[in-house]
């Protein structure tokens, strides 16, 4: 769920204005054990309707399976065997077609450039063509009558024909107003090799072009792992330009490689490469959060991410103690892949903890919303 400003301020209001009074209770006195909890604040009051209305879920503490994370950084790369080099046609000026541009997405056949040679030193070759085929043209209807009334030798006249159809060819290989640079795959734009307006070589690279059919995810292991290498085998990671944790198990995802040799280029590193459908959030060049996923542990206290609270440098969730009443928990946090993340101490199998919604319950609680006569605290 996202907030913004105003709805903070909305549920700040909501919540200080639905405090009950100690008529309309009815709850009487309640009494928490919070030594054995070892409680850090005063009771939190959340009306259950306010709860329900604002999204506030709990769940019951249980050990379960846990994996040993590495949290690394990383780059999105496309395959290769996804790429495609567009290249100039023949030498001369090239001329974008307007929208071009790194990230756009192409069919096969667009025309993305055009190349010309017109107005330069030495003119345009497409022009040149065009006046040899019309020279050789010219030559050969000139001949053919004289050919045919044994004037002119069948050698000459052949070799005459010969350099017609040759003309014709170069012509017709290069007519129109300069060459064109094509796509030949559908996909994105990724780099642009040369500015608008600048001179080309026939055969240069104008763009390349990513498929985006399979991805290839980099992670980038610091040596002090090396012994945790053999146990990864899959992976999480979060893009800069999305708070979403993208999960290479959900995406047909697939270790493929780990080289050694490959760490020269960042010393103090092993790469680790994953391959993944592309499901349309990751985008080729991108630099990305990895959460290397390991060896399963057994018996390990895990929360969502979203149950945890920072303040001035330590972590706190929520535990409810009965319908409206929370008390905000000190914790140890451990791992974390992304999306949950390990309690390593502040809480026991017994506690019912926020799971969702603790932003709102930390507004309650910045409230200071207590009900008279139903204080927890004797």
């Given at each position: 769920?996202?907030?913004?400003?105003?709805?903070?301020?909305?549920?700040?209001?909501?919540?200080?204005?639905?405090?009950?009074?100690?008529?309309d209770d009815g709850l009487g006195h309640h009494h928490h054990d919070h030594a054995s909890h070892g409680s850090t604040s005063d009771e939190i009051v959340l009306k259950p309707?306010?709860?329900?209305?604002?999204?506030?879920?709990?769940?019951?503490?249980?050990?379960?399976?846990?994996?040993?994370?590495?949290?690394?950084?990383?780059?999105?790369?496309?395959?290769?065997?996804?790429?495609?080099?567009?290249?100039?046609?023949?030498?001369?000026?090239?001329?974008?077609?307007?929208?071009?541009?790194?990230?756009?997405?192409?069919?096969?056949?667009?025309?993305?450039?055009?190349?010309?040679?017109?107005?330069?030193?030495?003119?345009?070759?497409?022009?040149?063509?065009?006046?040899?085929?019309?020279?050789?043209?010219?030559?050969?209807?000139?001949?053919?009558?004289?050919?045919?009334?044994?004037?002119?030798?069948?050698?000459?006249?052949?070799?005459?024909?010969?350099?017609?159809?040759?003309?014709?060819?170069?012509?017709?290989?290069?007519?129109?107003?300069?060459?064109?640079?094509?796509?030949?795959?559908?996909?994105?734009?990724?780099?642009?090799?040369?500015?608008?307006?600048?001179?080309?070589?026939?055969?240069?690279?104008?763009?390349?072009?990513?498929?985006?059919?399979?991805?290839?995810?980099?992670?980038?292991?610091?040596?002090?792992?090396?012994?945790?290498?053999?146990?990864?085998?899959?992976?999480?990671?979060?893009?800069?330009?999305?708070?979403?944790?993208?999960?290479?198990?959900?995406?047909?995802?697939?270790?493929?490689?780990?080289?050694?040799?490959?760490?020269?280029?960042?010393?103090?590193?092993?790469?680790?490469?994953?391959?993944?459908?592309?499901?349309?959030?990751?985008?080729?060049?991108?630099?990305?959060?990895?959460?290397?996923?390991?060896?399963?542990?057994?018996?390990?206290?895990?929360?969502?991410?979203?149950?945890?609270?920072?303040?001035?440098?330590?972590?706190?969730?929520?535990?409810?103690?009965?319908?409206?009443?929370?008390?905000?928990?000190?914790?140890?946090?451990?791992?974390?892949?992304?999306?949950?993340?390990?309690?390593?101490?502040?809480?026991?199998?017994?506690?019912?903890?926020?799971?969702?919604?603790?932003?709102?319950?930390?507004?309650?609680?910045?409230?200071?919303?207590?009900?008279?006569?139903?204080?927890?605290?004797?």
């Open positions: 769920m996202k907030f913004n400003k105003l709805y903070f301020i909305g549920v700040l209001c909501t919540l200080v204005g639905c405090a009950p009074s100690a008529q309707a306010d709860a329900e209305r604002f999204g506030v879920y709990t769940q019951m503490v249980k050990p379960q399976q846990f994996n040993e994370v590495v949290k690394v950084s990383g780059q999105i790369v496309s395959e290769p065997s996804n790429e495609s080099v567009v290249s100039a046609q023949s030498s001369g000026i090239v001329s974008f077609v307007n929208g071009v541009v790194e990230g756009r997405d192409v069919a096969k056949g667009s025309v993305l450039a055009t190349v010309s040679a017109k107005g330069m030193v030495g003119g345009d070759a497409n022009e040149s063509a065009k006046i040899a085929y019309e020279a050789a043209k010219r030559e050969l209807e000139r001949i053919t009558p004289l050919h045919k009334d044994g004037i002119v030798t069948t050698k000459d006249y052949n070799a005459a024909k010969q350099l017609y159809e040759q003309a014709q060819a170069a012509y017709n290989a290069n007519s129109g107003c300069g060459s064109t640079a094509v796509a030949a795959t559908s996909g994105v734009i990724t780099q642009l090799l040369v500015k608008q307006g600048e001179y080309v070589e026939a055969g240069s690279p104008i763009a390349t072009i990513s498929g985006n059919v399979r991805l290839t995810l980099r992670a980038d292991l610091p040596e002090k792992y090396y012994n945790l290498l053999s146990t990864i085998t899959t992976a999480n990671f979060r893009t800069s330009y999305s708070p979403e944790v993208i999960s290479l198990s959900e995406l047909n995802g697939k270790k493929v490689s780990t080289s050694s040799v490959a760490a020269s280029s960042q010393p103090g590193y092993i790469p680790v490469y994953f391959t993944f459908d592309n499901n349309g959030m990751a985008v080729p060049g991108a630099f990305v959060e990895v959460y290397l996923i390991g060896s399963t542990r057994n018996n390990v206290i895990v929360l969502p991410i979203d149950a945890v609270t920072e303040q001035q440098g330590k972590f706190y969730v929520y535990v409810k103690l009965d319908e409206e009443c929370y008390e905000k928990r000190l914790v140890t946090l451990g791992q974390t892949n992304g999306g949950e993340v390990e309690i390593l101490s502040g809480l026991s199998r017994k506690d019912e903890v926020v799971s969702r919604g603790a932003i709102i319950v930390k507004l309650a609680e910045a409230s200071g919303v207590v009900p008279e006569g139903h204080s927890h605290n004797h």
